[in-house]
């Protein structure tokens, strides 16, 4: 990754394309996003891409596990934004502060959704929120700062923020997991 950083952010942004691509039929969603992670993992980790022989491997591997994601997380965000519309109109209780809580809740669950993504696995993403509860707001955080930017920027532009996220969650957690090790007195291979 040294010295050809254009390169790279090239190809994340075309993983971005061609994961929002492969995501629009709602049920592959969950295996497209395991792939692009494990993708990004790949290459930091190994320092080159997955093939696409590779790729496709890990997809048909993947999909049969993330078929509930897509339709899961399209209902989570249905009921989310319909409890942010009743609380702002003042339907429910609870006002802005109200708002807050289930916008934090939000958070926490869309950091627990790329640490998922991240790592591959729903048993791994809940292993690791059991060791270290606190790893879902810097994750949410990642997630909350492009979705923002995803507002600002023309919708167009909006897939090619998925890859980039996508490595900003990994380099995350490589960047964590070393600082784990290196607490513990292990060697990294990174």
Not at 45 to 72: D, I, K, M, N
Request: charged share 10%.
């Amino acid at each position: 990754m040294k010295g050809d950083s254009w390169r790279v952010a090239g190809d994340l942004a075309l993983l971005g394309i061609v994961v929002s691509l492969v995501s629009l039929p709602v049920f592959t969603l969950g295996a497209a996003f395991l792939v692009a992670g494990a993708t990004i993992q790949h290459h930091i980790v190994y320092g080159r891409w997955l093939t696409f022989a590779e790729s496709w491997a890990l997809f048909r591997a993947r999909f049969v596990h993330g078929l509930w994601a897509g339709p899961l997380l399209l209902a989570v965000g249905w009921l989310i934004a319909v409890d942010v519309a009743a609380l702002s109109r003042g339907t429910v209780p609870g006002g802005r502060l109200a708002i807050l809580a289930v916008l934090l809740v939000a958070s926490g669950l869309v950091g627990f959704a790329a640490l998922v993504a991240a790592l591959g696995s729903l048993r791994q993403a809940r292993a690791a929120v059991a060791a270290r509860p606190a790893i879902l707001a810097p994750l949410g955080g990642i997630v909350v700062i492009v979705a923002v930017l995803g507002m600002l920027v023309h919708p167009v532009l909006v897939p090619v923020l998925v890859g980039f996220a996508l490595f900003a969650v990994q380099s995350f957690l490589s960047t964590k997991s070393r600082a784990t090790a290196a607490n513990r007195g292990e060697s990294t291979t990174l």
